[in-house]
């Protein structure tokens, strides 16, 4: 049967759950509730949930090692359900990208993501699907290692709603239709820099 690997990075931990860094985990959530699928934990190292619907068996993983060890948890996957590298697809934060912005690669570096640049070692390879979301930079002169372990904000917050929801669908496009149509459908997205305002 074929395979296919859906990865959302984060942080384990109560503490993390709403954090920027931690969007990779909540767009695997929202689709583990669209699936209605449930998560175990896998090997001590993930939290694993499958699905399948006609088609590929899908997993769904969310890593539980922190996120500068993300590739052992993904590695120990890919080699005991010998999943291809194609067929695996990262969700993460991007910090250089604006706030609700999504793009999707075929491959490519870590772009400096801790995260990333794990799964890179592990696997011995960069050339796999990715899902980069948009954070935005932090303000002022605040550390970038701050910025992404905070939660998001009231106002973005609302940004950030529609976006998992935009990845998520992305995420099922890559699934059905391959990277080329979802990189042609969702890459090309207006960005959603602010909410809409409300008119008084």
């Known amino acids: 049967m074929e395979?296919?690997?859906v990865v959302g990075l984060g942080n384990p931990?109560?503490?993390y759950r709403n954090n920027r860094?931690?969007?990779g985990f909540q767009i695997a959530d929202l689709l583990a509730a669209r699936w209605q699928c449930s998560y175990a934990l896998w090997k001590g190292k993930s939290l694993l949930a499958s699905y399948i619907d006609y088609g590929p068996k899908?997993?769904?993983l969310k890593p539980q090692t922190f996120m500068n060890l993300s590739g052992e948890a993904v590695r120990a996957v890919v080699r005991f359900y010998q999943i291809d590298l194609a067929d695996i697809l990262v969700i993460y934060d991007d910090l250089d990208l604006s706030l609700g912005a999504i793009r999707l690669r075929p491959g490519g570096g870590s772009g400096g993501h801790k995260g990333m640049k794990?799964?890179?070692a592990a696997l011995g390879s960069q050339e796999f699907p990715r899902l980069r979301i948009g954070i935005g930079r932090p303000?002022?002169?605040m550390e970038a290692a701050d910025y992404v372990l905070q939660d998001f904000s009231a106002t973005d917050?609302?940004?950030m709603v529609?976006?998992?929801e935009l990845a998520a669908d992305a995420v099922e496009i890559w699934l059905t239709q391959g990277i080329e149509h979802a990189m042609n459908r969702f890459n090309p997205a207006p960005r959603l820099l602010a909410p809409p305002t409300e008119e008084i």
Do not use: A, C, D, Y
């Open 139 to 141: 303000p002022g002169r």
């Open 13 to 15: 931990g109560r503490q």
């Open 3 to 5: 395979k296919k690997l």
């Open 58 to 60: 899908i997993f769904l």
């Open 118 to 120: 794990s799964i890179i």
């Open 162 to 164: 529609v976006t998992r």
């Open 157 to 159: 917050e609302k940004v």
């Open 21 to 23: 860094h931690n969007i």
